[in-house]
């Protein structure tokens, strides 16, 4: 009985457990069970998130898996679409919060609107000009300022592909492969057929995979090649593209344009990659080693150069017309390379030039607007051109292969520098910037030359600057210029440039740069930093974007090949 009573009253003890009343008599107690209960909660919970989430990760993988499947069994059957394929893959492998893919509304509906105007000013051109040079909106024809190359059409086969206009590419694409044709007696200009049509078409190929555009700009470089038969290796600059005969222009005095002679490495070592045929990037890369033969101490080269001697006439120096893009190659042809041993010597020399920069730094008064100089001798031009204007891009792309102390210093002076680019713009009563300026003690600057012909250069360095900074400031400039160009240019058949941006009286002609260069800055201002990422890829001088590809010692085409050694020795 004793042993039943107490296993009865255990019984009851229990139960007690049970009764809500026993802990409203016990906070305590109460406290404890309900910390026990969340801790349960939270635990069984986060391990049913985690399974969710692995759940999530597997399906993620087994996607990409299939894809790279798949991918492998369309490099077997056709290998030209790699490029794309890869490029498909790495965005998808992007985690969903990464910044860089979350795309802020407003730049979705500004970047829609520069689309916008890509369509329209290609539409113009497709109506009016489709297959010249250029297209005169205003009468409504076209013209062929380069020979009939199309140049409108193989400038923009790049803009249309990376904004996704793909019915328009294809159209282009059927003209390029069916209506292109070189063979013109046409006295052809090396520098601007090299930046626009082989860099547009290497462009082209290298984004789209298509060797029809590679065929086509491996045609024209060895039409051009003949000019780079020197006793230097200093190219002529002009040639015709039927017969050959290279020959400098009547009005240089027989001399070659520092500009004209150093801008065409990026491209021909692309087709030297591309093709596997080292001829292309021989014939660029001499040109540079013939002129480290004499580089100055200040980096700095006039912008004429004897083809006969290597050396260089008394003549202007500047980071505007014909000098610019030879300082801006020397330094992207380092990042075309992967900035590795073999392309060091282009960077060496480029730092070089950059403290010749420094000695031409100026600032105004009384905004202290800092400008670049030019130079005559031993005087001082206070003079800037708006080509000059891509420095502050150039300088702020570089500036991360310095220390800590000078790449500081250098993207500062970017930085200073497009604020006075900016205030080319703004300083008009149309925000177009004329195509010089010029800066005098108490009054800061005033426009000298006063037509705008579309120019791209400074929302190009406001592209490089938001891209390496992250400062939306330049997204700001940026809207502010595209509205401009869209009150004062844009008519119903296309872009004019601007006779005066002080009257705003329109020419007639929308150049080819503006869709090629322009327009495609705009639109990368507003797209997300993996479109087009800078560690992956380098624009030419014509915004052509080309493949970043590795250069090492004895490499062409990326392959080892013990045969050749680098063409380059500083």
């Known amino acids: 009985m004793a042993r039943n009573r107490s296993s009865s009253s255990s019984s009851s003890g229990k139960l007690r457990y049970c009764n809500p009343a026993y802990y409203l008599k016990r906070p305590k107690r109460l406290a404890m069970l309900l910390i026990v209960f969340v801790s349960v909660t939270l635990v069984v919970w986060d391990r049913q998130t985690l399974v969710r989430e692995h759940e999530v990760e597997l399906l993620e993988l087994n996607e990409e898996v299939t894809q790279l499947r798949n991918m492998l069994e369309e490099i077997k059957n056709n290998p030209a679409n790699v490029i794309e394929k890869t490029d498909h893959i790495k965005q998808a492998k992007q985690p969903p919060g990464n910044k860089a893919f979350v795309e802020d509304p407003i730049d979705i509906q500004r970047k829609q609107k520069v689309k916008d105007a890509m369509i329209h000013a290609w539409s113009s051109y497709e109506k009016y000009a489709w297959g010249q040079d250029e297209l005169q909106p205003q009468t409504k024809n076209g013209v ?52 626009r049509v082989v860099g547009g078409l290497l462009s082209a190929y290298d984004l789209s995979g298509d060797k029809v555009f590679l065929e086509k700009a491996r045609d024209i470089a060895d039409r051009l090649l003949p000019a780079w038969n020197t006793r230097t290796g200093i190219p002529y600059n002009v040639i015709n593209l039927a017969h050959g005969n290279p020959h400098n222009p009547s009005w240089t005095g027989g001399e070659s344009i520092l500009a004209d002679s150093g801008t065409e490495q990026l491209e021909l070592i692309a087709l030297s990659q591309r093709t596997g045929d080292p001829k292309y990037r021989q014939k660029a890369e001499k040109v540079i080693v013939e002129l480290n033969k004499t580089f100055p101490a200040d980096g700095l080269l006039p912008i004429y150069i004897s083809p006969d001697r290597g050396t260089p006439s008394y003549s202007t120096i500047t980071f505007g017309a014909m000098g610019d893009s030879f300082y801006e190659y020397l330094l992207k042809v380092w990042i075309q390379g992967n900035k590795t041993s073999a392309v060091k010597p282009y960077r060496d020399m480029w730092e070089t030039s950059m403290k010749g920069l420094l000695s031409l730094v100026r600032r105004s008064t009384p905004s202290s607007f800092t400008y670049v100089c030019e130079k005559n001798g031993d005087s001082l031009i206070d003079k800037m051109d708006e080509l000059a204007c891509f420095a502050p891009g150039m300088i702020a792309l570089g500036s991360s292969g310095y220390g800590p102390g000078d790449s500081e210093k250098f993207l500062s002076l970017a930085e200073e520098l497009a604020w006075t680019c900016y205030n080319f713009y703004q300083s008009t009563p149309t925000k177009l910037a004329g195509e010089n300026y010029f800066f005098r003690d108490g009054q800061d600057m005033s426009v000298g030359t006063s037509w705008n012909i579309l120019r791209p250069e400074t929302v190009e360095s406001l592209f490089y600057l938001w891209r390496l900074t992250g400062n939306k400031t330049y997204k700001e400039w940026g809207w502010n210029i595209f509205q401009a160009f869209e009150k004062n240019s844009r008519i119903e058949s296309g872009y004019v440039g601007l006779k005066d941006v002080n009257t705003g009286d329109k020419d007639n002609m929308m150049q080819s740069f503006f869709l090629a260069e322009t327009l495609k800055y705009l639109y990368l201002l507003f797209s997300p930093t993996t479109v087009i990422s800078l560690d992956e890829w380098v624009f030419n001088t014509e915004a052509h974007p080309l493949k970043i590809v590795t250069q090492r010692d004895g490499e062409i085409s990326g392959r080892s090949d013990g045969q050749h050694r680098p063409n380059i020795r500083l």
């Open 144 to 195: 062929n300022s380069f020979g009939g190359l199309g140049a409108t059409l193989i400038d923009a086969l790049d803009t249309l592909y990376i904004m996704g206009l793909d019915e328009q590419f294809q159209r282009a694409r059927e003209w390029v492969a069916s209506s292109l044709d070189f063979n013109k007696s046409y006295d052809a200009s090396v520098f601007e057929t090299t930046i």
